[in-house]
């Protein structure tokens, strides 16, 4: 089993940033891609961000694209959102996922096993 538990959100001004963590925990994991998701109030969840466990390139929304950046801690299995230039659009909860079977479709949320609880991101204009 494998916990996901997110950190670092909160209420920041327009043109501001963030640092989102995800912290990966369990008894022998084996995961093959970690992701950012977010949903805001009325709408459906999207994919933000993503990176195989592994080493490779990340993938990013279109609408994130140049702003926002994610990396891994491999020794402290951590996977971290930098999200800069913050919007008002942003504001979202934001989720960890991960998923451990591969390839995968990484902007689907039925593609994750895993999920954390979601960590609040409001952006003030």
């Known amino acids: 089993q494998v916990q996901l538990v997110e950190s670092g959100g909160g209420l920041v001004q327009a043109g501001g940033s963030l640092s989102l963590s995800c912290a990966v925990s369990?008894?022998?994991?084996?995961?093959?891609?970690t992701g950012w998701f977010r949903q805001a109030p009325g709408k459906e969840r999207e994919f933000v961000a993503g990176?195989?466990?592994?080493?490779?390139?990340?993938y990013y929304a279109d609408s994130v694209k140049g702003r926002f950046t994610i990396s891994r801690d491999y020794a402290k299995n951590t996977v971290t959102l930098r999200m800069n230039s913050l919007r008002p659009e942003d504001t979202a909860l934001y989720y960890c996922?991960?998923?451990?079977?591969?390839?995968?479709?990484?902007?689907?949320?039925?593609?994750?096993?895993?999920w954390g609880q979601g960590t609040q991101v409001t952006v003030s204009s």
């Open positions: 369990g008894r022998g994991f084996n995961i093959y891609f």
């Open positions: 996922a991960a998923s451990s079977r591969g390839p995968l479709n990484w902007g689907r949320v039925a593609e994750y096993d895993y």
């Open positions: 990176m195989r466990w592994a080493p490779s390139n990340p």
